[in-house]
Every structure is written in structure tokens, then in C-alpha cells.
């Protein structure tokens, strides 16, 4: 089944030359056919190819999805050209009485920032409040995992020594849970953070359950046992050349940063190795399938 987009959107052409089906929203508007509604919270400075990426994810399901995307009223994008921003994105403003299936929230590059300093960190909040009696089922990636975790159970972010750069191994801690149907036994994720999660914390609350974890990357995957909130401290979602873009960017800034580790196959720049993949699409269909397709209601809540 289709994910249902803007034909003008930059992602509807790019999904369409990897066959994944897209279909545009009159096309769409036609059908009898009661589609999963997705919010997409995109906190990400590179919002286009965020967007692109997880749609890639959710358009490889079995599934019809609407995606509305969603942007910070108290914070103006300086990456993305705000025509695009007018034309493709909604605040909060304009979806607090709408009830969605799922919602996804990215990452951001603000983590070395206490959370309250943050400039849409009361915006977040609210959006976070609300999601409790609107939405069916949330996922939260990187930083947008850090802030979940804080928000929703006080669990601090820690400091790294070093940057967390690469593609890591990770393994399930609960191989039977169905977000993880599918996997094996090693996955791998790729990681581009320098705070952490205070994991003593978190395995020892009762709401939350550990699904995944490495020895080099620390907890990776993690579940409230009501399975309304899952947190992805990676960015399962990157294509093959992201982390390649952060690594040159930083270089070019002057900064301290080493080649993200086993992602490059050779001494070069050149041959990625895209291991992470077929993770990031079980993540998300096993997701939309278990915990958000099979789980919300025909009717959303309110009828609305």
C-alpha cells in the first residue's frame, strides 16, 4: 500500500524513482479506504532529507499512510527554505484537535543543551502531554528519545567523553518482542550523539522495558511496557551517505571528530558499507504493524 504525500513534496520523486509507492493526495482522496495517520514531529536541521528517510521507512508497509508534518511554532528553521516550511509543514496550533495512529519525533542537534534551554523545549512538552490522549503510539529518536525519557520519567542525559559516531552492534534483550520479529541476532545502528542516557535509571523503572543494547553503544532500543512510547537512542533511519555528510561537515568546521567507525569499507571515503538497512525497515514495520495498525481504533478517538 501507498504512503500518501504532496506530489510537489522533494520526497515523492526520489521515492518514486526507488519504487516505493507513493501516491498523491487526490489520488488518495479517491479511495474508500481508512488510512493510518502519521505525525511527524521534525526536529531535525536537515528537514527534506529527514523527511525523506522516514518516509522511505513508512512507505515500505503493507499499509495506506497520510503523514502530516510538523514543525516548532517558537523556533524558525535555518536550514530549510521556509517556502517549503509554509507549504509542507503544520504547527501544533493547527493539529491539537486532530487524533493520530502514530507519531514520530526526531532527533535534534541541540543535546549538549540542558533541555529547558532548548527554544522550543515548552512546545516539545506540550506536544509530548498531548500525544498521551491523541496518539496510539510514539517513537522517539536521539535526542527526541533524551527528551522523551526526561519528560516522561525524569531520566537524565549524560556526557560522553567522546562523540558516539558509527555504525554500532547491537542485541536484543528481549528477542521475543514483536517490535524486534524478524531480526538478527546482530543489528546493527547507526549512532551520532555526544550525551548518553542515564542507563542505571532506566533499567531500574518499572514503566520502561530495555528491547536492545550494545557494549560499545549502551542501551539502543527501549519500550514503555504500555507500548504507547518507544525510544530509538540511533538514527536507524540515516541513508547510506548521512553520517559521511556529518563527518565532512565537521571537518570543515574545524572540530575534533574521527571517522565514523565501521561504516567505511576501505581507508577511503567512498565504499559504505549500508548495514543498517534491513534493522531500520523491520523497526518500522513491526512498529506501524504490532503497535500502531493492529492496535488503534477504526474510528480515531473523538471520531475525529
Known amino acids: 500500500m501507498p504512503i500518501v504525500i504532496p506530489k510537489e513534496l522533494p520526497a515523492f520523486d526520489i521515492l518514486t524513482k526507488e519504487k516505493i509507492f507513493v501516491m498523491p493526495k487526490a489520488r488518495a482522496n479517491a479511495q474508500d479506504i481508512r488510512p493510518i495517520e502519521i505525525a511527524i514531529v521534525n ?20 499499509l495506506q499512510i497520510n503523514v502530516t508534518l510538523v514543525n516548532m511554532d517558537s523556533y524558525i528553521s535555518k536550514n530549510t527554505p521556509q517556502s ?6 503544520k504547527v ?30 515548552k512546545e516539545l512538552t506540550e506536544i509530548m502531554a498531548w500525544s498521551d490522549s491523541h496518539v496510539t503510539s510514539t517513537i522517539h529518536i536521539c535526542w527526541g528519545a533524551q527528551a522523551g525519557l526526561y519528560y516522561h520519567y525524569g531520566i537524565e542525559k549524560v556526557a560522553l567523553d567522546s562523540k558516539l559516531f558509527g555504525i554500532y552492534e547491537v542485541r536484543a534483550e528481549d528477542k521475543y518482542d514483536s517490535l524486534l520479529k524478524g531480526m538478527n541476532d546482530k543489528m546493527f545502528i547507526p549512532m551520532s550523539r555526544h550525551t548518553s542516557i542515564d542507563e542505571d535509571k532506566l533499567r531500574n523503572t518499572p514503566k520502561l522495558k530495555v528491547l536492545a543494547s550494545g557494549k560499545e553503544c549502551g542501551i539502543a532500543i527501549v519500550k514503555s511496557v504500555d507500548n504507547k512510547r518507544f525510544f530509538l537512542t540511533g538514527h536507524s533511519e540515516y541513508d547510506r551517505t548521512t553520517l559521511k555528510k556529518e563527518y565532512l561537515r565537521d ?10 567507525i565501521n561504516y567505511f569499507e576501505d581507508d577511503g571515503l ?15 514495520n513491526n512498529w506501524l504493524n504490532y503497535y500502531v495498525y493492529q492496535v488503534t481504533p477504526y474510528v480515531l478517538f473523538g471520531g475525529k
Open 92 to 121: 501544533f496550533d493547527e493539529i491539537k484537535d486532530r487524533y493520530f495512529d502514530g507519531m514520530i519525533i526526531t532527533g535534534a542537534p541541540v543535546e549538549t543543551m540542558d533541555f529547558d534551554k532548548v527554544a522550543y523545549w
Open 270 to 284: 567512498y565504499n559504505i558499507d549500508l548495514s543498517w538497512r534491513s534493522t531500520a525497515h523491520l523497526l518500522f
Open 43 to 62: 526536529l531535525m536541521p536537515t528537514k527534506i532529507d529527514t523527511e525523506t528517510q522516514l518516509m522511505r521507512l513508512l512507505g515500505n508497509s503493507m
Open 251 to 260: 571537518l570543515e568546521k574545524g572540530l575534533d571528530i574521527q571517522k565514523p
Open 84 to 89: 517549503h516550511m509554509q507549504k509542507f509543514y
